[in-house]
């Protein structure tokens, strides 16, 4: 997308003047026909806002002036700054009651360009919109006559990859991470050798983190408890950053295509026991247990269920932790194996 450096004149009165019947018509305006103008303006954009906002401001006024004594054949609504997003476009045409002599009018100022596969787009609040996805739904509405005007480049060029935004941070994700575990955590956005990449609105790495405190325990891996072990929010965060910047490297032919970024490790805190479960009427039902883990060297594994650990019973991932952080050094654990009846009973010895 290339920012525009001036504004191109719209003969807005003129439009109006149309949409009237003003200017030669082969019919006449049929009774309780409406016009239904939407007005989309990125007026936040720091290149071009403000050059766009005064196009939304003079759409609008010639579209009130035209339609001065005729209000009731005119609804207008402008979207701009915050409110300039797809999000608002797909809601206001969802919602949209369209008459069968009714006119639908969108009106855009601000960046574009055209896709090779997707064709022409626009580009606002940093999303875009596919002008053929958008007159689609359009078309839909069965209107008597739709007019789609853009104001925007349409020089060739990929669309961009829409950053990820973590719509909040899961307190239940922040807790067990910062506030649940003990040790270590020493990470890089990058392995050794590599290079950290970040685009002009921020860092894939960071990117990846924040997106990743926004998710619950469960859509981490973790466990139904609200539990979180740092490996699985590392490894979620490495996949998303490896897939950040292999989008970035699509779009940008100037990044040599053997590079790569894949965060690394080089400590994360050890699992206490290393397995996890789901509550059960007489003990946890084992559904993962982490390589090297104490658990999986006392051959725990999926399917078992653990009974009690230390001599107390525990039945929820709650009542297994409450059990972990009163043993020692080493805890009995009493497990039955999955398809036995009989308990086992192993001595573990726990990570600090």
């Known amino acids: 997308m ?22 030669a018509a082969a019919d006449p305006v049929p009774p309780g026909a409406r016009v239904h103008a939407l007005i989309l303006v990125d007026s936040h954009d720091p290149n071009i806002g403000k050059a766009v906002a005064v196009d939304g401001r003079d759409v609008r006024n010639a579209l009130k002036d ?33 008459g069968p002599d009714d006119t639908i009018l969108f009106y855009y100022s601000g960046h574009g360009g055209t896709d090779r596969l997707k064709g022409h787009f626009l580009w606002t609040q940093r999303r875009s919109i596919v002008r053929s996805d958008l007159l689609g ?24 990859q829409e950053r990820p935004r973590a719509v909040g941070i899961e307190w239940d994700t922040l807790k067990s991470l910062l506030l649940r575990h003990r040790g270590i955590v020493d990470v890089n956005a990058s392995s050794i050798g590599e290079v950290a990449w970040c685009d002009r609105e921020g860092s894939l790495f960071t990117r990846a983190v924040l997106v990743g405190l926004g998710k619950t325990p469960a859509d981490l891996g973790g466990e139904s408890g609200g539990f979180v072990h740092w490996e699985d929010f590392f490894r979620y965060t490495r996949v998303e950053t490896v897939r950040y910047f292999d989008a970035m490297k699509a779009s940008d032919r100037t990044i040599p295509r053997d590079t790569t970024q894949v965060p690394q490790a080089f400590l994360l805190p050890p699992h206490r026991f290393g397995a996890v479960g789901t509550a059960g009427t007489d003990g946890l039902r084992v559904d993962r247990v982490y390589t090297g883990s104490p658990a999986e060297v006392a051959r725990v594994r999926p399917g078992d269920v653990i009974l009690k650990v230390g001599g107390v019973a525990v039945r929820t991932p709650e009542e297994l932790e409450q059990a972990l952080a009163k043993a020692g050094q080493t805890a009995a654990v009493e497990v039955r194996p ?15």
């Open 2 to 23: 290339t920012a525009r450096l001036g504004r191109s004149a719209v003969p807005s009165v003129l439009l109006a003047a149309a949409l009237l019947g003003r200017a």
């Open 66 to 98: 035209g339609f001065k004594g005729r209000e009731k054949l005119l609804s207008l609504t402008v979207l701009d700054g915050d409110g300039a997003t797809p999000d608002a476009v797909t809601r206001y045409y969802r919602d949209l009651k369209v």
């Open 137 to 160: 739904e359009i078309r839909a509405k069965k209107a008597r006559l739709t007019v789609f005007m853009t104001d925007c480049c349409a020089n060739f060029c990929e669309i961009p």
């Open 338 to 352: 999955k398809g036995q009846s009989a308990p086992k009973t192993y001595t573990v010895a726990l990570n600090e």
